[in-house]
């Protein structure tokens, strides 16, 4: 224990540096935190304050770190930006009837540069080539859509 007394500040870098390290695998930033309560530990430890206060600065430190830093650190990592693939990122945008839609008889929408199969999402609807529709949904490889009134001059 007297060793630890006398590297004070160089038993607090190899705790924050273990940490450190330790964070790399889990990335949980739980012992991030923790390590840069060892950080202040350590820095507390070259003011030469007693070993009692640098245990109390570490742990406080840590304690504060882990209640108000890592919660918008974590919220800010585990979020970005909504990622659409595949035909999910047709949904929502408009298109252009190429052939007449109906409840009966499915036609065809032009939609992000692709020719889509696409029934009315309204059984009762006839929509006429040449109109712009609104894709309400896409079930295998077919667009629901519902058509979108143009203002017209």
């Not at 004070?8 to 390590?35: H, K, N, Y």
């Not at 609104?134 to 295998?140: A, N, R, V, Y």
Request: charge should be negative; aromatic fraction near 6%; proline fraction near 5%.
């Amino acid at each position: 224990m007297d060793w630890i007394r006398d590297h004070l500040w160089e038993t607090w870098l190899a705790v924050s540096i273990a940490l450190g390290v330790a964070e790399m695998f889990s990335l949980d930033l739980i012992l991030a935190m923790l390590a840069a309560g060892a950080v202040i530990g350590m820095i507390t430890a070259i003011i030469g304050l007693p070993l009692e206060l640098t245990l109390l600065a570490a742990l406080g430190t840590s304690v504060a770190m882990l209640v108000f830093v890592r919660p918008t650190f974590a919220k800010r990592l585990h979020s970005g930006p909504e990622l659409s693939l595949g035909h999910g990122k047709l949904v929502g945008t408009r298109a252009m009837v190429t052939e007449e839609i109906t409840g009966l008889a499915p036609g065809r929408v032009k939609a992000g540069g692709e020719i889509w199969s696409a029934l009315p999402y309204d059984e009762n609807l006839r929509i006429a080539p040449g109109e712009t529709v609104e894709i309400l949904q896409i079930k295998g490889a077919t667009a629901y859509v519902h058509p979108v009134a143009t203002l017209e001059p």
